[in-house]
Every structure is written in structure tokens, then in C-alpha cells.
């Protein structure tokens, strides 16, 4: 099973690293595998520990993608690290061993303290069908572009018929970075 949550790690200079990312549930464990190279993977190597944060926004899922990543954060309540200001609910992780990985290291976590700061009410499809255009953004470089038009083809029904303001401005910051992605790196 794969949680799609927002990771926030500690960058060198403090500040906090923003990056959307599926976690592998394994037993009472969170596994986070992110792809050489990023920032993610040096952070966590470096501190050990992350917050993981669950949130109907799907701006914290869309932004980062996009390059948007200035969202606002608090001190997490046992590390010193950060957390979504506006996380339904967020988990402190601390690294209890990594399995090394040419492509995907995995850092098995060990959840620490868990906090849930208001109810989840669930995500309308709209909301799920950004969270699956931001994964999709990410993974531009390996999937053909067919590939990406019809699966973004069929994302486009939930969003015309469910997508709120919110929703709409996401679908559109996406649309606008897989254009710009394309336009840096056509098609042979």
C-alpha cells in the first residue's frame, strides 16, 4: 500500500524542504523511497527524520511540483525539524535503517508521534485526480508522452466535473509545467 502524503524534511540552513511523495506502509513502518538525486534523499540521510503530512489541500501536492514550494510550517513537537501549518494530520519519522538502492533508497521510519489537527472529511475527485496529474508531472522523463495525454485526458472528467477554485488552479499550474517540460525537451 502506498500513503500519498507531503514530506517535509530540514534543509543544510534549517529552512524546510517541501516534497510530495508516495511512503510504502511495511508492518508498524513507513518506507520512504525517494529517487537519486534529491534533496529529500540528502536531507533524510543527513537528519534521519522527516514529518509526514496528510491533507485534503492538493496546493501542498500541486505547488511543489510546480515549483511552488513556499508553504507556510511549524516546528514539528519532538524533532527539530517542520510540519505543514495546514496538515489535517501529521506523523514525525525517524529512520530506523536504509536499504541502499541505485534509483530508490528506502528509509524504513518508525513513527514517533502522530497528531491529527482537524477531521478529515475525504477528497472529492477532483482532488484525487491532481494528486495523480502531480505524480504524473514528476515522472515526465520516463513515461511517453501518449502515455501522459491519455491518462490526463481521463483525469480531466473528474476535474469538469467535481473541481472547486482550488482544484481548478492546481489542474492549471500543472497543465502549465507539463507544457513547459515538453517545450524544453521534445519529442525525437
Not at 475525504?122 to 502515455?147: C, D, N, S, Y
Not at 466535473?161 to 525525437?188: F, M, Y
Amino acid at each position: 500500500m502506498i500513503l500519498e502524503s507531503v514530506l517535509v524534511t530540514s534543509n543544510p540552513d534549517g529552512s524546510a524542504h517541501i516534497a510530495p511523495l508516495g511512503l510504502h506502509v511495511r508492518a508498524a513502518c513507513l518506507v520512504v523511497a525517494p529517487f537519486r538525486p534529491s534533496r529529500t534523499l540528502d536531507n533524510l540521510a543527513r537528519t534521519g527524520q522527516a514529518s509526514v503530512n496528510w491533507t485534503t489541500d492538493v496546493r501542498l501536492f500541486a505547488g511543489p511540483v510546480t515549483g511552488r514550494r513556499d508553504w507556510p510550517v511549524l516546528p514539528t513537537i519532538q524533532q527539530d525539524g517542520w510540519r505543514l501549518r495546514d496538515a489535517d494530520t501529521h506523523a514525525e519519522l525517524q529512520v530506523v535503517s536504509v536499504e541502499d538502492d541505485a534509483q530508490r533508497p528506502r528509509f524504513v521510519c518508525a513513527v514517533t508521534q502522530e497528531t491529527a489537527h482537524r477531521p478529515f472529511r475525504g477528497f472529492v475527485r477532483a482532488q484525487a485526480a491532481v494528486v495523480e496529474a502531480a505524480i504524473l508531472a514528476t515522472r515526465l522523463h520516463m513515461l511517453p508522452a501518449g502515455k501522459v495525454d491519455q491518462e490526463l485526458a481521463y483525469l480531466q472528467i473528474a476535474i469538469d466535473k467535481t473541481a472547486g477554485p482550488v482544484e481548478q488552479e492546481c489542474w492549471s499550474w500543472l497543465q502549465d509545467h507539463i507544457s513547459a517540460w515538453r517545450a524544453r525537451n521534445p519529442a525525437p
